[in-house]
């Protein structure tokens, strides 16, 4: 487990009573290697260690899974990126924002019991810490047509408790 300064420090309690640092945590590590990596064009491993080091902290394994799955699948998920984009120009998309897009959209094809409003709602959430609002609409418009395709495709593998409504969300009743 990783371990940057206070606030990262609180455990994430989940109902099983496992204590373990929250998936948000992870994500938010696994963009920052992500993103330094498409400049330092090294190693992934060896990146994520160095990042780790600096930040003096361990990489947990959803950060690991994470990496290494957006950093193998990179070229399959710009191509569905791609197809996503109304000019299909994927060099007009800053560079935090693509790395951003396509982490969301591995977790969306590889890790079935992650819920897509989840990953969606870490997603913009992450684009607003590290970049700015207006970002944060791109990048959800992005996932939301790139959401959309990949339903129609049949191409999201889900299992039915990652595709159940959350229960904040009330059925509308007619009548």
């Known amino acids: 487990m990783f371990n940057m300064d206070k606030e990262f420090n609180k455990p994430f309690d989940h109902k099983d009573g496992d204590q373990i640092l929250s998936r948000r945590q992870a994500r938010r590590f696994a963009l920052q290697v992500l993103f330094c990596n498409e400049f330092l064009r090294e190693d992934i491993r060896e990146v994520a260690h160095r990042i780790a080091d600096t930040l003096s902290h361990e990489i947990d394994d959803f950060s690991e899974e994470i990496i290494d799955k957006t950093h193998r699948k990179r070229h399959h998920l710009d191509g569905i990126i791609i197809s996503g ?91």
């Open 85 to 175: 984009l109304v000019d299909r120009n994927i060099d007009r998309v800053p560079l935090l924002e693509k790395v951003l897009i396509r982490m969301a959209l591995c977790e969306l094809l590889q890790f079935p019991d992650i819920p897509i409003e989840v990953t969606l709602n870490e997603a913009v959430d992450l684009s607003k810490e590290f970049t700015s609002i207006k970002s944060s609409r791109f990048v959800n418009g992005i996932l939301d047509t790139l959401v959309k395709m990949l339903e129609k495709d049949n191409k999201l593998n889900k299992s039915l408790i990652a595709r159940l409504p959350s229960p904040k969300i009330k059925p509308h009743k007619i009548g």
